[in-house]
């Protein structure tokens, strides 16, 4: 098993799989993933896949952002994060979160933080098992 940056066309589209899990969009519309995975690649973003046995088990996307929020302003803002249906409950979740922590703490960043569907209470249960506390509530406004 092991966690690696998608860097080339190549590896972003073999992610494709497990982010269209999460972002179902890309089930019905592939063509552009790749290229939009690059576009925010241009802006800090960073999609990192965990292999084993030769397929991909679990993606996440992050970036490092600083702010005015806190004191401390640099954090890891993961924007995606999500496993393959058949390799849920089997550690992968655990270890790419794992990365993404040791990656933040590299990075110099004060805190972890992720946004999640309402609607997703099995990766909230899993979030509060990883140490996550429900900190705030975000809102909407189509446009």
Do not use: W
Not at 94 to 112: N, P, Q, V
């Amino acid at each position: 098993m092991e966690i690696k940056e998608a860097e080339s066309d190549a590896d972003v589209a073999r992610c494709l799989a497990a982010m269209s899990e999460l972002r179902t969009h890309f089930k019905e519309d592939s063509s552009n993933f790749v290229q939009r995975v690059q576009q925010q690649r241009e802006r800090g973003y960073h999609l990192v896949y965990l292999e084993d046995q030769g397929s991909i088990q679990a993606v996440a996307g992050y970036r490092i952002r600083d702010s005015l929020e806190r004191a401390t302003p640099r954090d890891m803002y993961v924007a995606d994060l999500v496993s393959m249906p058949t390799a849920r409950s089997k550690g992968y979740g655990y270890h790419i979160f794992s990365f993404l922590e040791e990656t933040a703490k590299k990075a110099g960043c004060a805190r972890l933080l992720l946004e999640s569907n309402i609607e997703r209470e099995r990766a909230h249960k899993f979030y509060v098992n990883q140490g996550l506390t429900k900190t705030a509530y975000r809102f909407a406004k189509d446009l």
